[in-house]
């Protein structure tokens, strides 16, 4: 009987745990158009180191992490060379970007059936010129927690998408080109 119980705890919570993958990153209509007017410049992401702590357990679901096996730093990075290359700015050996995530937090469940994702980034261009950005991207998540971890996975790259957003847009980030 002991063994049975055991067996059946061990089901649960194995059951009960499985990571939460967020879709590849899709580039942005919306950043294209704004890098686009920085055609000329050529500019990479090489990396962003994790200057931030990052709980990516969600209601004991499991934990959600980027697809591909990249930590959120590289997808983030690797999001913005995506958008650089589709905007026809992005080229090897010109400008290169690196930097910090400074913040990423999520929640499944603010307001019961929201969520969102706080983002915060630096950025150092070569140059010497520095922008820091941050973003917060709201959704709908869901009341139980294999919608709502779900949910929150999928926000991930619409997060980032508004982050970027927020870098494209900022009337610091040409210096970055420079």
Known sequence: MKNAVLAVA????VAGCSTMQPPRYAPSADNIVKLREFTGSKVTVSSL???????????????????????????????????????????AGGRTLSG????VLFSSSSGLVNGYWDLAVTLQSDNGR?????????????????????????????????????????????????
């Open 10 to 13: 061990l089901a649960f919570a």
């Open 49 to 91: 180191k994790m200057a931030a702590t990052y709980d990516s357990g969600c209601r004991m679901m499991g934990p959600i992490e980027p697809a591909d096996g990249l930590s959120i730093p590289d997808f983030i990075a690797k999001a913005l060379n995506d958008e650089l290359k589709m905007a026809g700015v992005y080229a």
């Open 100 to 103: 910090s995530v400074d913040r």
């Open 130 to 178: 520095t922008l820091s950005a941050a973003s917060l991207y709201n959704f709908k998540s869901g009341f139980d927690a294999a919608t709502a971890c779900n949910a929150t996975a999928d926000a991930l790259s619409s997060a980032v998408q508004d982050l970027i957003k927020v870098i494209v847009n900022d009337p610091a980030f040409p210096a970055l080109l420079q």
